[in-house]
């Protein structure tokens, strides 16, 4: 892209991924206008909106602070403005990650009432949770389940004047402690959106400083029942992820079967289909079309939560074709029969493309519309069993209606996927201790978690890759949650073999475990788990988050729940590097108090640097300070 | 102080308009062979068409040699220059003194020398006489056929096809514009055409013209027939020759100017014999891309001569910038296309970028030589084609700019920024 | 003769000058009809490696685009300096001679494929629209002297300054 610094040639280049690049070579020659195209026809953007100091609220508007103008016409400053339409943003996240949430709750508890095909997969975190929460021991799993899903469902609805009860379980007591101290201990999440929302109208909160405050508290009731929540019940319902060998790319896409794609974030539907494909009927369906199977893959986040547990309830997997950015790619192979469309991040544009081949579009969430596609299977816990034979059946058929004009990009990469917290431990003998001595002994430098979505701001995945390659070269161990872990593993950084990629200590460690050095935590909301590592190893070693040699990158920010994503690491005490910059610089007072005085008050902060080797340089700069700090 | 002009055209009109501005008392007079206001030649396809009529096809307003207090000698000839007394004579006898002469006779189409050239109904397309002669043949014509897919050949078949004849162009290169485009751009450029209903007989020159038959005379239907080489019989009532042009010089000749193909002036438009200046289609200038003297017969060219021209006739001392000598913008029909420079390279010395977007009926093609670009072609989408020529005219190295010369989006911006 | 300039440095690329200008040559002279009729604008504010440059018409001196203008259509108005395609007796046939003559790219095709389309200096309007409506003061209708005096006195400043 025209602003990209990342190498040479990426002024003429798209994306970091050959598949991707060769795929858009075929959609140029094809005409089909894809999301590279948009991004080139929307240029030059407007500086208003990038500084974020555009406001469209109220008839009077739209306002935007320029030489002349210090104020909008109700008098809101920059610093209004930015704070505001930052909550706004938030808001978003908050929403999105709660009725992901939700969907699990209700799902857990339909499955502990017997009415859906799931099973309970992990019975122990199931009872471990249950023992936290305060839940009666001698219950059976099933009321345990049911008891469980109704805490997280109060939880969600509670007011915004009753603290999250499981922030206060699973938070640690010096983060408590500073939130109190700010006085953003969260309450029930959709009563704070409520508040949040109510907030940011026109001329009700217009203290920058009182909205960012309200941005905080968003988004640690966001880290702990979206992401930590989340990520506890899936694992919960659909098993903990165990280490398993996998592929990514677009060259797993199999010209001779029926294939399937699981698009999206919540991967309920995603499970069920996985299971249906098991059925003989529905395979004989499949070879009376001409096929010799069927098969699904994962795409973005849902993907990532199918093969980290595709050694269990996802069994069956057929691997994860990417990331955000390449969703027109893959349906312009002409060889996807069908997309199933989960919660968020469906773009208007995979329409379009879709309209040129065969592929059929089904959303499978009752808020999920694009406009064009006539097919909804709306998820419902009861019904999902027959609602995935539909979605197959339904594939089938658009399979025999696939055209001749089909490319697949030869390249895949292996990828190695389930790490989290218990594989970690497992992988260790029982503890986290090796793990520790390594980071005392400086042969691992420090954590950092690349995390978030692609951004195409600076070409597909570019600043990402280049990141994780820093780090690693560097010794610091990355974990990786979101599209940043698709990335990770078609460039083959998940593979145990990118070893070979690391300094020296860091290389020891990765061969003497088998691990590669770039942990793939799985999806975006998987940052929760990421969330529930480190504060275990800020336990182990009776510190604060703030204390540790830990960074959190999100290089290619795209939309609103990396926002809250991005809020909750600084609150939880991260430097967290955000890029592309996001549209705060309009506030000089919004902007110095993210990127400075806020670490004061919180221990993280933002770090705001377009360069990847000079970010990379800076994180590792503050793990250094965190070590001597440390003592280590 | 009396300046006299020869040729009522693109060079003729400027020169004396610039006159006029620059010099508010000296006398002005044009010499036209024709006998009517300044009209563009370029818009005689549209005449042709019947898109434009005649007024509509004056290239100024029809005070325009009141307001600016221009003699006009219409309808007469200059037959010679006595360079000596500084007098032009008149095909009607009168001698007209100057102080200073442009002569800005143009160019008149080539008639290969070929049995039958002379036939009735077969037309050059140079004059408006030729397009109006061409029109009153038409009348009772069914088929026309065309030599030459030039410009003027291509412009003139859409013309006529767009009165409903039946045009059939014969080119004996095997591709279309030959002279500026590639394969490529002349195949995307013919693929337009002739989806209009066009025919095209490509890499066949003609070898006849086969007059009318007694039998066609009589019944007054002078149907010709148009020989190819390979044998071919095309049948035709009206033949367009557009086999190109070659410049007016006659009258140059008798004052003893040199002569190459045209009359050669130096950078102030100055031909070998002092006070006499050309410009225009008759003119040889230097090509700023190749550095050769030569004609450069296409109308921004000759404005900016006999502008040029003008300046230096006032004692105001003007080099002629130099320009680009090649360089067309043609639209038939949907698709717009520019060539310009050295559009079709030969050798390893030069570095040709391109871009063809079949689909889109896009192709871009870029020349560069030295790290400087030299010629281009577009086809389809030609907004960009001024930047390039100002970069090709400027000689800018574009070094800096290499890997984005080939953008949609490159524009001024990268040269200013 | 007063000149639209441009003080890159300050255009952020919000793209208010094109909507001016539409709405300048619209019926009602206001966006949201420009934008419903499709009136398209005559200035381009154009990416150049992440940064906008906004390009317009100089209305030169010895404009490029009326010596390539075959029709006569395209002039230069000798006292307001206005070079425009529109508004003469002659009229444009869309030959794009001067789209392939004028070195700056500032004449584009109107939409309608049919006549060139460049900026008017909005005829005659006190002060052009789009300078009217940039809210940066990235355009400034102004004599060129006093610009240029403006620039040398700002550059030397940063020369002296450092910055």
């Known amino acids: ?632 | 102080m009396h300046h006299v002009i020869i040729g009522n055209s693109a060079a003729g009109i400027r020169a004396a308009e610039t006159l006029r501005y620059l010099d508010p008392v000296s006398d002005i007079s044009i010499i036209s062979e024709e006998d009517i206001h300044a009209y563009s030649r370029c818009l005689l396809p549209d005449f042709l068409a019947g898109s434009r009529s005649e007024r509509e096809i004056y290239f100024r307003p029809e005070d325009f040699y009141a307001r600016n207090r221009i003699q006009t000698i219409f309808g007469s000839k200059a037959e010679s220059i006595d360079p000596e007394q500084r007098r032009v004579l008149l095909d009607d006898g009168t001698r007209l003194s100057y102080d200073k002469l442009l002569i800005a006779t143009g160019a008149s189409s080539t008639l290969p020398p070929i049995p039958g050239i002379d036939s009735p109904n077969v037309f050059g397309l140079r004059h408006l006489r030729d397009a109006r002669n061409i029109l009153k043949a038409c009348a009772k014509a069914r088929r026309v056929v065309i030599i030459g897919a030039g410009f003027v050949g291509l412009e003139a078949a859409t013309a006529l096809y767009r009165q409903g004849l039946e045009v059939t162009v014969v080119e004996k290169m095997p591709q279309i514009l030959p002279q500026q485009f590639d394969t490529l751009a002349a195949d995307i450029i013919l693929q337009d055409i002739q989806a209009e209903g066009i025919r095209f007989v490509l890499g066949r020159g003609i070898k006849e013209i086969s007059p009318p038959s007694v039998w066609g005379r009589i019944f007054s239907n002078p149907g010709c027939g148009v020989v190819l080489e390979d044998g071919t019989r095309l049948k035709a009532e009206v033949i367009i020759i557009a086999a190109g042009t070659r410049p007016n010089v006659e009258v140059a000749l008798s004052a003893g100017i040199k002569i190459n193909r045209g009359i050669p002036v130096n950078d102030f438009m100055e031909t070998n014999v002092p006070h006499i200046y050309a410009a225009g289609d008759v003119a040889e200038t230097k090509d700023v891309v190749t550095g050769q003297t030569g004609l450069t017969p296409i109308w921004p060219n000759a404005s900016a001569q006999g502008r040029t021209a003008a300046y230096n006739m006032v004692g105001h001392p003007k080099a002629y910038g130099g320009m680009i000598g090649l360089q067309n913008a043609v639209e038939f029909r949907d698709v717009p296309a520019i060539a310009m420079g050295i559009s079709r390279p030969a050798g390893a010395d030069y570095q040709v970028l391109s871009s063809y977007h079949p689909e889109k009926n896009r192709y871009k093609k870029l020349v560069l030589l030295n790290d400087r670009l030299v010629g281009m072609i577009l086809v389809g989408d030609i907004h960009q084609a001024g930047i390039y020529g100002a970069l090709i005219k400027n000689k800018a190295s574009v070094s800096r700019f290499n890997d984005l010369l080939l953008r949609d989006d490159f524009s001024y911006g990268y040269l200013a920024t | ?163």
Request: aromatic letters at 4%; proline letters at 5%; charged letters at 20%.
């Open chain 1, 1 to 632: 892209m025209s602003s990209c610094q990342t190498c040479p040639s990426s002024d003429t280049c798209y994306s970091a991924h050959n598949s991707t690049n060769d795929m858009y070579e075929r959609t140029t020659k094809l005409g089909i206008p894809t999301i590279f195209d948009r991004w080139e026809a929307q240029q030059p953007q407007c500086g208003f909106g990038m500084q974020g100091i555009c406001c469209q609220l109220c008839s009077h508007g739209p306002c935007r602070i320029t030489q002349k103008a210090d104020r909008g016409i109700c008098g809101a400053t920059a610093d209004t403005i930015v704070a505001r339409n930052l909550v706004r943003l938030t808001s978003h996240g908050a929403a999105a990650y709660s009725h992901h949430l939700e969907e699990l709750a209700k799902t857990l508890k339909a499955t502990a009432q017997g009415k859906t095909p799931f099973k309970i997969g992990d019975e122990k975190k199931l009872r471990d949770i249950a023992a936290v929460v305060g839940l009666d021991a001698t219950k059976s799993t099933a009321d345990l389940a049911i008891a469980l899903a109704d805490i997280i469902l109060s939880e969600l609805r509670k007011g915004s004047e009753e603290p999250l009860a499981l922030l206060d379980l699973f938070a640690p007591p010096t983060r408590k402690e500073a939130w109190e101290k700010l006085g953003v201990i969260p309450g029930g999440v959709l009563s704070e959106i409520r508040d949040a929302l109510t907030k940011t109208m026109s001329n009700i909160d217009t203290d920058p400083i009182d909205l960012l405050l309200t941005a905080v508290r968003l988004s640690i009731a966001t880290g702990y029942m979206g992401l930590v929540g989340t990520t506890t019940l899936q694992d919960i319902l659909l098993g903990t992820p165990s280490l398993t060998n996998s592929e990514a790319d677009l060259g797993v896409i199999d010209p001779a079967t029926v294939n399937i794609v699981a698009h999206g974030h919540v991967p309920l539907v995603a499970t069920a289909v996985l299971q249906a494909i098991q059925d003989p009927e529905l395979n004989k369906l499949a070879r009376q079309a001409g096929a010799e199977g069927i098969k699904v893959y994962g795409s973005m986040c849902t993907g990532q939560e199918l093969m980290q547990r595709s050694a269990g309830s996802a069994r069956g997997f057929a691997g994860q074709l990417s990331n955000w950015l390449s969703q027109e790619y893959y349906v312009a192979t002409g060889a996807v029969d069908l997309v199933m469309m989960d919660m968020n991040c469906s773009i208007p544009g995979l329409k379009t493309v879709a309209d040129h081949f065969h592929t059929k579009l089904v959303s499978v969430d009752r808020i999920l519309r694009m406009e064009g596609v006539e097919d909804h299977v709306d998820y419902e816990p009861e019904k999902v069993a027959e609602q995935a034979r539909q979605l197959v059946k339904m594939a089938i058929d658009t399979y025999k209606k696939r055209g001749q004009n089909i490319y697949i990009p030869e390249y895949k990469a292996k990828a190695v996927a389930g790490f989290g917290v218990e594989t970690i431990v497992r992988a260790l003998g029982g503890s986290l201790d090796p793990l520790l001595d390594a980071v005392k002994a400086n042969q691992i430098r420090g954590i950092a978690a690349v995390v978030g979505c692609t951004n195409n701001r600076n070409g597909q995945d570019f600043k990402g890759l280049a990141i994780m390659r820093e780090f690693i070269k560097h010794n610091v161990l990355v974990i990786a949650a979101g599209c940043m872990s698709s990335a990770a593993e078609i460039e083959g950084l998940t593979d145990p073999a990118a070893a070979e990629l690391c300094g020296d200590s860091l290389k020891d460690v990765c061969k003497a475990l088998g691990i590669p050095p770039v942990l793939n935590f799985g999806s975006c909301v998987d940052i929760g788990r990421i969330g529930v590592a480190v504060t275990e190893i800020a336990g182990a070693l009776g510190v604060d988050p703030s204390q540790l040699p830990v960074v959190a990158s999100a290089p290619e920010y795209l939309e609103q729940k990396a926002v809250a994503d991005g809020i909750f690491a600084v609150s939880f005490g991260l430097l967290t590097h955000i890029g592309p910059v996001p549209p705060v610089t309009g506030s000089e007072l919004v902007t110095k108090i993210l990127t400075d005085d806020i670490a004061q008050l919180l221990g993280g902060k933002v770090l705001v640097q377009e360069d990847p080797v000079k970010a990379a340089e800076e994180m590792i700069a503050h793990i250094d300070a965190k070590r001597s700090s440390l003592g280590i």
């Open chain 3, 1 to 163: 003769m007063k000149q639209i300039m441009v003080d890159v440095e300050r255009c952020n690329g919000c793209l208010t000058c094109t909507l001016a200008c539409s709405a300048a040559h619209s019926l009602t002279d206001t966006i949201v009809a420009a934008m419903a009729a499709k009136t398209p604008a005559r200035i381009q504010v154009m990416p150049v490696k992440g940064k906008a440059v906004p390009l317009m018409c100089r209305h030169c001196e010895e404009p490029a685009c009326v010596d390539a203008c075959m029709a006569g259509a395209m002039q230069k108005d000798p006292v307001t300096g206005i070079v425009t395609n529109e508004g003469n007796e002659q009229a444009c046939v869309g030959c794009w001679m001067c789209i392939m003559a004028c070195p700056y790219g500032a004449v584009t095709q109107h939409p309608n494929g049919k006549t060139a389309l460049k900026c008017d200096r909005c005829r005659g309007r006190e002060t052009p629209a789009c300078v009217e409506s940039c809210p940066n003061n990235a355009l400034r209708f102004v004599e060129v002297g006093e610009f240029a005096a403006e620039k040398a006195a700002k550059t030397a400043v940063s020369q002296l300054t450092g910055t």
